[in-house]
Nanobody, 125 residues
Framework: QVQLVESGGGLVQAGGSLRLSCADS????????MGWFRQAPGKEREVAAV????????YYTDSVKGRFTLSRDNKKRTVYLQMNSLKPEDTAVYYC??????????????????WGQGTQVTVSS
């Protein structure tokens, strides 16, 4: 069973930093590709960054490249999203997700099987 719990969201000024964490209480965390997705009001959910099961491959959407860093610690069953140089357009609810298909690193929300409850990130100008 996969249960994802996010933490680390909050309110920050433009140019600031936040680190999001997503912990899984299950036993097979290292078998999953993991991703962070975000959804702003009135917009569709979109990928921010995804990471392969062993951390060897990552994908970042263009708007966060060079500012966000995704990493994972399989021993701690946790994935981290370090967000630097935050912009007001980064404001959204951020969701952690797990995909049970480790052979294919997808950036499509529909291909992720388990989701956390979401954490709000608000960047003020």
């Amino acid at each position: 069973q996969v249960q994802l719990v996010e933490s680390g969201g909050g309110l920050v000024q433009a140019g600031g930093s936040l680190r999001l964490s997503c912990a899984d209480s299950g036993r097979t965390f290292s078998n999953y590709n993991m991703g962070w997705f975000r959804q702003a009001p009135g917009k569709e959910r979109e990928v921010a960054a995804v990471i392969s099961w062993n951390g060897g491959d990552t994908y970042y959407t263009d708007s966060v490249k060079g500012r966000f860093t995704l990493s994972r610690d399989n021993k701690k069953r946790t994935v981290y999203l370090q967000m630097n140089s935050l912009k007001p357009e980064d404001t959204a609810v951020y969701y952690c997700a797990a995909a049970l298909t480790p052979w294919h690193l997808s950036k499509e929300p529909s291909e992720y099987d388990y989701w956390g409850q979401g954490t709000q990130v608000t960047v003020s100008s």
